[in-house]
T-cell receptor
């Protein structure tokens, strides 16, 4: 069964510092991974997906199949990046099934 | 209203009550989902509907009964729930089921079972 682990429940950095939110997955096939974000008082929304190899709001994430990781990185964190971040995995024979990890709460201090 | 809406936003019910959660999407999507978010557990998929047909039941107890009368509406009928069913229930929709189909989430219904 596929599984996603986000080892850090809480992560705090200062504005302007680099930030990396860790995500590890366990999946036997070819996983499709995403990062979703939930800002305060807003609903959960897609941030980026690995198949698009995109950079959104300065964030990037590279799928490392050797380390089974999909860490989210930003070189210079901003206060508005403070939010809950999830790294779900889509795959297998389950239609449209996203498997979520516990999530990481990022706080960027001024 | 745009996007995905859910009603009610908050619900308190007894274990013998019967209630329903409603989700409506205004995006013209073909797939809809129910997720459960408990206090100390990851967000967990419950059901997936595609073109009004259930395509995924993630081992959910029968006291939760989904209904999708059309592609814009999704219900979750609740009966004889347990206190451990208290959670945030999120609805989502997407154009299709593949990886390029972003899931759009509603604000959730906060359910408390007494």
């Amino acid at each position: 069964a596929q599984r996603v682990t986000q080892p850090e429940k809480l992560l705090s950095v200062f504005k302007g510092a680099p930030v990396e939110l860790k995500c590890n997955y366990s999946y036997s096939g070819s996983p499709e991974l995403f990062w979703y974000v939930q800002y305060s008082r807003q609903r959960l929304q897609l941030l980026l997906r690995h198949i698009s190899r995109e950079s959104i709001k300065g964030f990037t994430a590279d799928l490392n199949k050797g380390e089974t990781s999909f860490h989210l990185k930003k070189p210079f964190a901003q206060e508005e990046d403070s939010a809950m971040y999830y790294c779900p995995c889509l795959g297998g024979t389950s239609y449209g099934k996203l498997t979520f990890g516990q999530g990481t709460i990022l706080t960027v201090h001024p | 209203e745009t996007g995905v809406t859910q009603t009610p936003r908050h619900l308190v019910m007894g274990m013998t009550n019967k209630k329903s959660l409603k989700c409506e999407q205004h995006l013209g999507h073909n797939a809809m989902y129910w997720y459960k978010q408990s206090a100390k557990k990851p967000l967990e998929l419950m059901f997936v509907y595609s073109l009004e047909e259930r395509v995924e039941n993630n081992s959910v107890p029968s006291r939760f009964s989904p209904e999708c009368p059309n592609s814009s509406h999704l219900f979750l009928h609740l009966h004889t729930l347990q206190p451990e069913d208290s959670a945030l229930y999120l609805c989502a929709s997407s154009q299709g089921l593949g990886s390029y189909n972003e899931q759009f989430f509603g604000p959730g219904t906060r359910l408390t079972v007494l």
